[in-house]
């Protein structure tokens, strides 16, 4: 079941073609997937978020106007005449659906850093 609707894509966005709100519907699907895959007990409002973040980004800016970057590119690189182009992703690439650093920790699912001992209850400490 997605966390968000088409409307909700389109809000702050733009309007979409019939044919990218069948692919926004599908693609609400398959984010609902990974958000749940990261933390499935996240708070409903940022699952809404992230998922309306990951479907733009795949979207795309859309229209007659291409974009200089490709959406998710951290880093570029383009010239002239001799035409050569070279971009930087962050986390995952143009096409994929993927979650962001950001959207993760918007999930409660970042740079965490933790241990346990499993050894801890044979001994009789307190599990770390």
């Known amino acids: ?5 088409i409307e909700d ?3 702050g966005f733009r309007p979409l073609s019939a044919e990218e709100q069948q692919r926004c519907a599908a693609q609400l699907d ?13 708070d409903p409002e940022r699952k809404k978020l992230v998922s309306c973040r ?18 998710g590119a951290t880093q ?3 010239s002239a005449l001799g035409y050569s182009q070279s971009w930087t992703m ?9 979650l962001s650093r950001l959207e993760k ?24």
């Open 76 to 78: 570029g690189s383009a």
């Open 30 to 42: 398959e984010a609902a997937v990974l958000i749940d895959a990261c933390n499935r007990q996240a």
């Open 1 to 5: 079941m997605p966390y968000a609707t």
């Open 105 to 128: 920790r918007l999930l409660g699912a970042g740079d965490r850093i933790g241990a346990s001992n499993p050894l801890a209850a044979m001994s009789g400490e307190a599990g770390a």
């Open 90 to 98: 962050n986390g995952g690439s143009v096409g994929e659906l993927y």
């Open 54 to 71: 990951m479907v733009r980004r795949l979207l795309g800016e859309g229209g007659d106007a291409s974009p200089l970057y490709p959406a």
């Open 9 to 11: 894509v389109e809000a």
